[in-house]
């Protein structure tokens, strides 16, 4: 007699419900066309509190921070001839979309020189020092362009902007000028473009690897085929909800194709299997799908559910594209379930598999599942060892955050960051904001801005620091000051006389020092490291600079990139705290879901084992936590619990008809398909080294592994556990 979940699954209810998935899929299709890509920093960046209220301030008085920085050289950039050139390049970079202003050698030559004389441009470029290693190197043999932009909230404007810019700039790589582009709006687009190949990747490697394996593991077209369109279905309906929600790709949920595919496999698998077995059994179709449904859809359901909740604990990142791969993927898992258990149930009744030959079915291998009741010993000493180097290795992990990290060391965005750290300046700026209430015309003020100044420029990875006080050296040195004379003036009423007079020959257009009529001035550290392991000591040196500020000076550290590594780190160290929420929350649905306490605390240590060992390998292998890997924690849990499920619910009820050998029994109903889920689950994670990006290749590569050391605690652990405490009971 069948269950009433699976007279329900199989009657009027579950035919509807398979129906309204079909027709939903094509609500989907429309949803998957509006689907767009959106990798701005901004994106992963908190919208409230200090910081974002701070940054707000900062670029509404001092504009965007995120510029592009344009770096030529491989020969002489100063000659009359280049500067002409680079005259006619700024002029097309200051039509383009979105850009603010552009400030380089092109345009003192043409503001300050009046385009009249190259060799008095190069002189004065040289000698002052607020050009040098800002956007001229030290030798004149490299030469910068500060574009300022104004992107606004367009996702697309930094694509716009980028190709603009790239478009003006051809002239100089045509002239034989080596060229290279820095800043956030390139990282964005090149971000974008990993993502857009990510899908064309690693999915489809994925995709063909688990048909391939399914097929040999079923040895029926049919019953393949169920596995593959219940998962296409769910993916489409996934996928589908982004696109009606707005919701865009990016970098991180580039991987939920692959994830899912894989994902939803896995319960499939378990009433394929299993109606693959009563079919050999000699079961007519519809009777073998029942039966098949009265042993795993209440644990299917459990598992979908246990698994989900693995990847909403995601949801507690203050990170959006973290939050949306946590929120999809949880809504994907549970589409998944009611598909597989509607949908594909309806195709095994249409399609109709027939019955697999008994001596050609998979069957899995007997001496791996028979180990742990003939050799327990060797369970507990294989496990107590895992947990000792484990244990070493997480001792030794080592939390960084690297945004360009996410890139090949080998790409031309990478290679520019690179050239432009190398050879001309920072790419990014960490920026200081001081309130002068009195404005900063006072030498006491300039006593306080030198101070954070020579802080600042004093740090390994700080390329060069502007501040207001460059442009009163330089008024002072044009009023009559000698070769090597770039002082501040002797007080402020000479400091506001030079501004007053000549304050306007060294505005720095597109990149302002001071705003607010001189209340409020900008410090900005030009910075070329990235990892936060380098820029964190930076960054406390700078807040440590602005704490000491004495009244009535204040301000605060700002920017699009600070804020970014500060993000990455946060996020880090709230995962952990949200894994402690997922492991609560897990195992307390496992224990409504298998109806038993015991059983549900029996599932606790074979589950966090292979987190355990995943996190050993990190540390060992020197593999950083960042805002990548840090997932692997939570999915894998979710993931590893599956399996977990499957064996105990058998044990449940193998229990209940007959006590002796039924951790055996269970084993040897459930673990063939342990085999095959672990195996596809595998395959999927392991198609993620193919990613462009490198944090999800390792995060790639940890799930697969965490998934492999699950297989073995299931098919180990869990029986030498449950023989343990049948023997205990007796």
């Not at 999800?696 to 605690?713: E, M, P, T």
Request: hydrophobic share 50%.
């Amino acid at each position: 007699m069948s269950q009433p979940l699976t007279r329900g699954l199989l009657g009027a209810p579950g035919r509807g419900l398979a129906l309204g998935l079909a027709v939903l899929s094509l609500v989907a299709l429309a949803g998957v066309t509006q689907l767009t890509l959106d990798n701005r920093i901004e994106r992963w960046l908190a919208p409230t509190g200090d910081a974002a209220t701070q940054h707000q301030r900062f670029q509404e008085l001092f504009g965007d921070d995120g510029f592009v920085l344009v770096a030529y050289g491989g020969r002489d950039p100063l000659t009359a001839e280049a500067l002409d050139l680079g005259l006619s390049v700024v002029e097309a970079l200051e039509a383009a979309p979105h850009v603010a202003a552009v400030l380089g050698p092109p345009t003192v030559h043409r503001d300050l020189v009046d385009g009249a004389d190259a060799g008095a441009t190069r002189k004065l470029l040289l000698e002052t020092p607020f050009y040098r290693r800002f956007i001229v190197s030290d030798s004149g043999d490299v030469a910068g362009l500060l574009v300022a932009t104004e992107p606004g909230d367009d996702p697309a404007a930094a694509r716009r902007l980028v190709s603009a810019v790239k478009e003006a700039v051809a002239p100089l790589e045509a002239a034989g000028f080596d060229v290279h582009l820095a800043g956030p709006p390139v990282l964005n687009v090149a971000l974008d473009e990993a993502s857009q190949r990510e899908a064309q990747r690693s999915f489809p490697a994925c995709f063909g690897l688990a048909i391939l394996l399914l097929a040999w593991l079923f040895r029926c077209v049919r019953t393949t085929a169920v596995a593959v369109a219940s998962a296409g279905l769910t993916i489409l309906l996934t996928f589908g909800a982004m696109g009606l929600t707005g919701v865009p790709l990016n970098m991180v949920t580039s991987v939920l194709p692959s994830l899912l595919f894989v994902l939803s496999l896995a319960s499939a698998i378990h009433v394929l299997r299993r109606f693959q077995t009563h079919r050999i059994n000699g079961l007519a179709v519809e009777d073998a799908l029942a039966a098949s449904l009265d042993e795993t859809a209440r644990p299917c359901i459990t598992a979908g559910v246990t698994t989900a909740l693995g990847f909403g604990s995601l949801l507690t990142a203050d990170m959006s594209p973290v939050r949306e791969l946590g929120a999809f993927a949880a809504l994907g898992l549970l589409i998944s379930v009611a598909v597989n258990l509607t949908f594909g149930s309806a195709l095994l009744l249409l399609l109709r598999p027939p019955a697999p030959d008994a001596a050609r079915a998979f069957a899995g291998d007997s001496a791996f599942a028979q180990l742990p009741f003939r050799h327990p010993t060797l369970v507990w000493i294989g496990s107590g060892a895992l947990i000792v180097v484990a244990a070493v290795g997480v001792g030794r992990i080592r939390v960084d955050s690297d945004p360009l990290a996410f890139l090949p060391r080998d790409a031309r965005v990478v290679r520019d960051y690179e050239a432009v750290a190398r050879d001309l300046t920072g790419y990014y700026a960490l920026e200081v904001m001081v309130d002068v209430p009195d404005g900063w015309q006072q030498p006491e003020a300039w006593v306080e801005l030198q101070r954070i100044e020579d802080t600042l420029a004093a740090l390994p990875g700080v390329a060069r620091v502007l501040s207001p006080l460059d442009l009163l050296r330089q008024l002072q040195h044009w009023q009559g000051g000698g070769a090597d004379d770039w002082s501040l003036p002797r007080d402020e009423a000479s400091a506001r006389a030079l501004l007053r007079e000549f304050g306007s020959l060294v505005d720095a257009e597109g990149f302002p020092l001071i705003a607010d009529e001189g209340r409020v001035v900008r410090v900005a550290a030009l910075v070329n490291v990235m990892p936060s392991s380098e820029f964190g000591p930076i960054e406390r040196s700078a807040r440590e600079a602005v704490a000491a500020l004495p009244s009535p000076f204040s301000g605060f550290v700002t920017g699009v990139v600070p804020r970014l590594v500060e993000a990455q780190i946060g996020l880090v160290h709230t995962q952990i705290r949200s894994f402690a929420l997922a492991f609560v929350t897990i195992f307390g649905c496992m224990w409504l879901g298998l109806r038993s306490f015991r059983l549900a605390c029996l599932s606790v240590p074979p589950n966090l084992l292979p987190i355990f060992v995943a996190l050993g390998t990190m540390g060992l292998a020197g593999i950083a936590l960042d805002a990548a890997t840090v997932m692997m924690a939570s999915v894998a849990l979710g993931i590893a619990v599956d399996d977990t499920v499957h064996v105990l619910s058998a044990y449940g009820e193998e229990h209940s008809r007959d006590a002796r050998g039924a951790a055996e029994r269970a084993i040897a109903r459930v673990g063939p398909a342990m085999f095959i889920t672990t195996a596809a689950a595998c395959v999927g994670f392991l198609a993620l080294r193919l990613s462009d990006f490198l944090p999800i290749r390792w995060f790639g590569l940890l799930s697969a592994l965490a998934i492999a050391v699950a297989l073995l605690a299931d098919a180990w652990l869990v029986p030498a556990l449950l023989a343990r405490l049948d023997r205990g009971a007796t």
